[in-house]
């Protein structure tokens, strides 16, 4: 079946410094979304990518979707103390079947070191 | 607050129990979802409604009971739990079914099966 890999699992990174977590697709998919978890929180919509090559940005977030529209990444620049959580992707599949259905990274676990 | 309230927040049952995990959305959505939420593991998406009709059951085992007796409620019934499905169940929803639609999570409730 589909599926969406996310690495990496954890990243740790001093405050100040930069944060990227990348998301592939075993299948082209038709958009992709992105959220944030904190910490004993729920899942909260960023974004969504639909264009094959799209690139967004919300403040020093970037979120771009590959030309195959396969993979995808969110880049965090100078990550600050309120950057902490993790950060899924979420994909709807290309194919007829369950083309609502958003298919979920496993998540990269953005920890600041004190 | 995300107009996705789900009670209660956390719970601990034992293996013979039944207990019942309730979701309210105020948002006017079309769609509500069950959610599972494992450590390290990708979400798993158990149940999907749309408009009060069950379309989706992910090979869901039959001790978990969805029911969705209009579009603002959703509930997750529980019987004969295995230690294994302690985990943060999620309620979300969203406008409708189909791609571009974000989903709003409620708080989840945490599960601990004993």
């Known amino acids: 079946g589909q599926q969406v890999m996310q690495i990496p699992q954890y990243q740790h990174v001093q405050e100040g410094e930069d944060f990227t977590t990348y998301c592939n697709s075993s299948?082209?998919?038709?958009?992709i979304q992105w959220y944030k978890q904190r910490p004993g929180g729920h899942p909260v919509f960023l974004i969504q990518?639909?264009?094959s090559g799209e690139v967004k940005k919300q403040k020093r977030l970037t979120f771009q979707f590959g030309e195959a529209k396969k993979n995808s990444s969110l880049h965090i620049t100078a990550t600050q103390t309120t950057d902490v959580g993790t950060y899924f992707c979420?994909?709807?599949?290309?194919?007829?079947?369950?083309?609502?259905?958003?298919?979920w990274g496993a998540g990269t676990k953005l920890i600041i070191k004190p | 607050e995300t107009g996705v309230t789900q009670t209660p927040r956390h719970l601990v049952m034992g293996m013979t129990n039944k207990k019942s995990l309730k979701c309210e959305q105020h948002?006017?959505?079309?769609?509500m979802y069950w959610y599972k939420q494992s450590a390290k593991k990708p979400l798993e998406l158990m149940f999907v409604?749309?408009?009060?009709?069950?379309?989706e059951n992910n090979s869901v085992p039959s001790r978990f009971s969805p029911e969705c007796p209009n579009s603002s409620h959703l509930f997750l019934h529980l019987h004969t739990l295995q230690p294994e499905d302690s985990a943060l169940y999620l309620c979300?929803?969203?406008?409708?079914?189909?791609?571009?639609?974000?989903?709003?999570f409620g708080q989840g409730t945490r599960l601990t099966v004993v």
């Open positions: 979300a929803s969203s406008q409708d079914l189909g791609e571009g639609t974000e989903a709003f």
């Open positions: 948002l006017g959505h079309n769609a």
């Open positions: 409604y749309s408009l009060e009709e069950r379309v």
């Open positions: 299948t082209t998919l038709s958009n």
């Open positions: 990518l639909v264009k």
């Open positions: 979420a994909g709807i599949g290309g194919s007829l079947h369950s083309n609502y259905q958003l298919i």
